[in-house]
């Protein structure tokens, strides 16, 4: 059994609200409320990227042993910091993780985080008694005043990946598939994403029915097999949508339970936003997290992973004996409520910044609003450096 033995995230501690937000705009706040299902976007200040919201989010749940037994460092990102250097290299420095580990990123849009942990899945499987280290962290930009302004976000997931799992044991079938699509994407030359946000939603409710149907016939589960179903959510209204018409054939039962289980999937990202890579995996410790008296040990969960471009992937699991005891469900909750409303104006400075490009040494902070462990000090020669608070 090889699996998901420690899962956190991490979420910036500024946001702004969507109800506030829309008002500004001269938007029907039901639109973003209820049209689009969004509460709260976290807003990362300079201070917080993709290096350290990861290490943010990796390092409660490792210990000693851990760090001595990590071989593989995964990080799978679609805002990475250097187009060579990648950011698991300095996450790996900044958990202290012992050196004969490597370190890689992945990338293929909102997927990478799933092909870590696959390969993950793999690695341990080749060598018994290791551990590999899945994250996924991004900040998810379209720009000010863009329709797709609502579903930005910003944040990151760690999965400890290992023999003997304590949360969620994966199974071996899985299917993916690819299609070379433009519903998404960003050029290197441009910090926002340029989404065909009416594609993407076809694009994604496509992929989750063609995987589905070759899902099913390969592995002769059907809905009523499933505890629920956890959906990579660029706003929570996305896995619905490709969700319901497949539903339409089931009883009343199996439809509510899925549908229950989906909605309570959906409360961390409804108040934090899209995250990208690690979007699924809040998904599911939204849902595992929740009180969610309904789900027990030997429960299989579905997984549906999307990336634009595109690749998708649906994969399942099964709940480990005892499960609900090595959550970090009272940390999530704490982090979420101790964050600090932004108003439009510090919103929009935040979102205005940009890094200096100079040659020269250049300290950051954002004091007033950063408090998080890791954060980024200073560029100094191009070279971004890290600090770690007392
Ligand atoms: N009250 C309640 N609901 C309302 C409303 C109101 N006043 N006004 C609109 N709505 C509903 C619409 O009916 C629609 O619902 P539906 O999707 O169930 O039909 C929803 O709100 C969105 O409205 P729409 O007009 O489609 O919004 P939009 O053109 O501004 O675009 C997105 C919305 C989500 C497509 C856009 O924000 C986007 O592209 N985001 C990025 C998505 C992404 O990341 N995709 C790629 C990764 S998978």
Known sequence: MIGIDKINFFTPNT????????????????????GIGQAKMA?????????????????????KEDLNKIDLVVVGTETGIDESKSAASFIHQLLNIHPFAKAIEIKQACYGATAGLMMAQDFIKAHPGRKALVIGSDISRYGLKTSGEVTQGA?????????????????DTSVSMTESIFDFWRPNYSDTA??????????????????????????ELSFEDFKAFCFHLPYTKMGKKALLPLLENESDEIKELILHHYNLS?????????????????????????????????????LFSYGSGAVGELFYGRLVKGFENHLLKKEHQTSLENRYA??????????????????????????????????????TNHQRHYSKRQ
């Open 15 to 34: 946001y702004i609200d969507l109800v506030t937000l829309a008002k500004h705009r001269g938007i029907d706040p039901d639109k973003f409320t209820i």
């Open 43 to 63: 807003v990362p200040t300079i201070t917080q990227d993709t290096v350290s919201m990861g290490a943010n989010a990796a390092f409660p749940i490792l210990d």
């Open 155 to 171: 944040g990151a997931i760690a999965m400890l990946v290992s023999e003997n799992p304590r949360i969620l044991a994966l199974e």
């Open 194 to 219: 340029i989404v065909d946000g009416k594609f993407s939603n076809e694009a994604y409710i496509n992929f989750f029915k063609t995987i589905w149907h070759e899902f099913s016939k390969q592995t």
């Open 266 to 302: 959906t409360t961390y990202t409804r108040d934090i936003g899209n995250i990208y890579t690690g979007s699924l995996y809040l998904s599911l410790m939204s849902l595992l997290d929740s009180d969610a008296h309904s789900l027990k040990d030997n429960d299989l969960i579905g």
């Open 342 to 379: 932004l108003s439009i104006d510090e919103y929009e400075t935040i979102f205005n910044k940009v890094l200096p490009k100079e040659d020269g040494i250049h300290p950051l902070s954002e004091a007033k609003f950063d408090n998080s462990l890791f954060y980024l000090s200073s560029i």
